[in-house]
């Protein structure tokens, strides 16, 4: 089945600068990476998302890069801020229903 | 519209209890989920329901058991807890074919002691 892997675990910034988060997945049927952002005690929400036809995708100072190739996608958070302090998980979408998660990667914003 | 509601948030069991979390959606979605969160390990899927009457085993199914009651509702069940359960439990439910964004409820924090 599928398994995602996501590096780093922990991951501190200034604020103002950018914060890169790295995926890689094993199935190459997976065509669907959403990205989720998970705040202190609250529930997991989705920030972006991108399908295996796309390269890349924006939305304002959040960016995500898929290589089907080698398997990696990448979130991209320029000029951060305090309140993007969360842990943030990257996940694939082989189909069939089922969406496997990273373990995770805990961002704090230093102001 | 409330979304994905699970219930209860929080809940301490012994060894060998059961009991059941409940989750409802009103969102109209075809597909439910329920995910358990650990330390260090992510969210992995327990079981899953594509549609009302259908039910699948996800990543890491031993020990539970799930109901599709009927579209809104979707449950699981443990028969016997063990102190591996505990966790933070996580329904989800999406609206799109095959794969989709996932709504999140709250959560239910477990703990079997």
């Known amino acids: 089945g599928e398994n995602v892997e996501q590096h780093p675990s922990t991951l501190s910034v200034q604020e103002g600068d950018s914060a890169v988060i790295k995926c890689t997945y094993s199935d190459s049927a997976s065509n669907y990476f959403p990205w989720y952002k998970q705040e202190l005690g609250k529930r997991p929400q989705l920030i972006i998302d991108?399908?295996?036809?796309?390269g890349e995708k924006k939305d304002q100072r959040i960016a995500v890069t898929l290589n089907k190739t080698a398997k990696h996608f990448s979130l991209h958070i320029t000029e951060t801020q305090p309140e993007d302090s969360a842990v943030y998980f990257c996940?694939?979408?082989?189909?069939?229903?089922?969406?496997?998660f990273g373990a995770g990667t805990r961002l704090f914003v230093k102001a | 519209n409330a979304g994905v509601t699970q219930t209860p948030k929080f809940q301490v069991l012994k060894t060998g209890q059961s009991m059941t979390l409940q989750c409802a959606q009103d969102m109209n979605h075809n597909s439910m989920y329920w995910y358990r969160q650990d330390p260090g390990m992510g969210l992995r899927l327990i079981y899953y329901s594509a549609s009302e009457g259908t039910t699948d085993k996800g990543e890491v199914p031993n020990g539970y058991n799930v109901s599709r009651l009927n579209k809104r509702e979707f449950s699981l069940r443990l028969e016997s807890a063990a102190p591996s359960q505990t966790s933070v439990y996580f329904c989800?439910?999406?609206?799109?074919?095959?794969?989709?964004?996932?709504?999140f409820g709250e959560g239910s924090r477990l703990t079997v002691l």
């Open positions: 989800a439910s999406s609206g799109q074919r095959n794969t989709g964004e996932l709504f």
């Open positions: 991108i399908r295996s036809n796309v």
């Open positions: 996940a694939a979408s082989p189909g069939g229903f089922k969406t496997i």
